[in-house]
């Protein structure tokens, strides 16, 4: 599968690992969308290449933030693939 257009969720993603993972899909030609706690770095979050990149904040241990970020991303096609650098795994929870 190529990234090129496709719709991808990452968490985590102004920092660490998971930036690293929004840069190299958009350098793929991905549209990310990318959640976190971190507001200052992720509004400055920038990556070239033809993909794109938002930043919605939101902690995506709680569900009414993650809602309320999945709202404001509602005029946008759905996602093709989630992504979770970060390796956390919560048994029984779910992105809202």
């Given at each position: 599968?190529t990234?090129l257009?496709?719709r991808?969720?990452?968490?985590?993603?102004?920092?660490?690992?998971a930036?690293a993972a929004?840069?190299?899909?958009?350098?793929a030609g991905a549209h990310?969308?990318t959640?976190?706690i971190?507001?200052?770095p992720?509004?400055?979050?920038?990556?070239e290449g033809?993909?794109?990149?938002t930043?919605?904040?939101?902690?995506?241990?709680?569900?009414?933030?993650?809602s309320e970020?999945?709202?404001?991303?509602s005029?946008?096609?759905?996602?093709?693939?989630?992504?979770?650098?970060?390796?956390?795994?919560?048994?029984?929870?779910?992105?809202?």
């Open positions: 599968m990234a257009n496709k991808i969720i990452v968490t985590g993603g102004p920092r660490g690992i930036a929004v840069a190299s899909f958009v350098r990310v969308a959640l976190g971190s507001e200052e992720g509004r400055k979050l920038t990556a033809p993909g794109t990149v930043y919605f904040p939101a902690d995506v241990s709680d569900r009414t933030a993650v970020a999945s709202h404001q991303g005029d946008q096609p759905a996602a093709h693939g989630l992504r979770r650098p970060d390796g956390a795994h919560h048994p029984g929870r779910t992105l809202a």
